[in-house]
Structure formats: C-alpha cells, structure tokens
C-alpha cells in the first residue's frame, strides 16, 4: 500500500481567491492522478501529474483554471484558481507505484467556496 | 470511452442482513478496484480485483472477467458498512494510461 498525506483537509474560500492542495507520497510512485468528486456524484478525472513535466489535463479541464506541479515521484500540488461556488468539491490525489497496479487515494479536500 | 454501471444506486437494509452489489463495464479491463467512501469522502480499498474471487472478513468480491462484471457481497452488515460504494476499472487496450473510471456508486444505509 501507500501512505498518502494530502493538505489541507478541507477549507472554505471565497470566490475569486485560489487555493493550493498537497499531496505526498510516503515513497517513489510512477503515476500520481487528481480527482474532482462534486456534491453528491461520483470521481471523475482532472489530469495526470506528470514527474518533470506538463501535466495531462482531461476533457473539460484547463491548465489555466487547474495548475499542476509534481516536482519529483513523491510530490505534487493542485491549485484550483479564480473559484467560484461551482468549484465546491471534493479534490483527491491518487497514486499507483507502477502502471496498472492498485490505486491508493489520499484523504481528500473538501472545498467550499462562498 | 469505457462505461461502468453499478447497481442498485441506493440499498437500505436491516443490520444482520447480506447485500450483493453489481458492476458492469463495456470493455476488457486490467484493473478492477471496489472502494468504500466513508461519511468524511475519505476512499477505503476494499479489493483490487481485475479477475477472480477475494475474501476479506466479511466482504468478498468476484470479478468475471470475460463476461464484464464484479460483484461485491456483504454479508452480516452492520451499520458501519454504511456509505458509498463505488466500482473503478482501468480499461485494457495497451496504451493504458493508469487512470480509473468510477461508476456512480451505490449507497448503502444499514439500519440499526
């Protein structure tokens, strides 16, 4: 398994302001993945964290609204910026130590924007 | 894209009592995980399960692969059980990307 510490638990922001979430790994893993869980539905992918490079956004996500960064293979950080109530979610990091095995998802973020 | 489907949505049962929940995919997979997402959003593992039969305790999980879904029992339920139970599979077709897609969950309210 992996321990996953992600930062901060929950918050309440207002809108217009961006917030930056943590995720650390307690070892080396190949893939790290943010999620977005809004109220009441199930996860659904933002991007890949990619280690040293741009991360891979999925459909209906921008780097522009969704910064990512994932310095080295046991680090990275999502910033939802400019928010507005719509961003009221659930964010969490998930990581797999290599390609196709079992995922492990940190604690989550619960983020309330007012 | 892959669909995953997981029934039934909602579930409401007595303590004591055994429950089977259902998920569907379209495609080959090679990775299949059942979560238990608890009252704070937290997601607890429960089984990686691209194939075959897993018990833990109570819980057992069943994984037909060829024929495209998983089956999650829950036998003796007790009120901790209650939450959201979600399906998530990594669909197979050799460029995986390592992402998994959930179905919509079911959510299970055990009674005391």
């Known amino acids: 398994s992996a321990v996953i510490s992600q930062k901060p638990s929950r918050d309440i922001c207002q809108r217009g302001t961006s917030l930056t979430i943590q995720c650390q790994v307690d070892?080396?893993?190949?893939?790290m993945f943010w999620y977005r869980q809004q109220p009441g539905q199930s996860l659904t992918l933002i991007a890949t964290?990619?280690?040293?490079?741009?991360?891979?956004?999925e459909s209906g996500f921008v780097i522009d609204k969704f910064p990512i960064s994932r310095p080295n293979l046991t680090f990275s950080t999502l910033t939802v910026s400019n928010m507005s109530p719509e961003d009221s979610s659930i964010y969490l990091c998930s990581v797999e130590r290599l390609l196709d095995t079992e995922a492990f998802f940190g604690q989550g973020t619960r983020l309330t924007v007012v | 894209g892959i669909q995953v489907e997981q029934s039934p949505p909602d579930l409401i049962l007595q303590e004591g009592a055994n429950s089977t929940l259902r998920c569907n995919f379209s495609?080959?997979?090679?990775?299949l995980q059942w979560f238990h997402q608890n009252p704070w959003g937290q997601l607890i593992n429960l089984f990686y399960?691209?194939?075959g039969t897993k018990q833990n305790g109570r819980l057992s999980a069943t994984t037909v692969a060829t024929e495209r879904y998983s089956l999650l029992y829950i036998s003796s339920s007790q009120t901790t059980d209650s939450g959201v139970y979600f399906c998530?599979?990594?669909?197979?077709?050799?460029?995986?990307?390592?992402?998994?897609?959930f179905g919509k969950g079911t959510k299970l309210s055990v009674k005391p």
């Open positions: 070892s080396q893993v190949t893939m």
């Open positions: 399960i691209p194939s």
């Open positions: 998530a599979v990594e669909r197979d077709y050799g460029g995986s990307q390592g992402n998994l897609i």
């Open positions: 495609d080959s997979v090679n990775n």
């Open positions: 964290a990619n280690q040293g490079s741009e991360a891979t956004y």
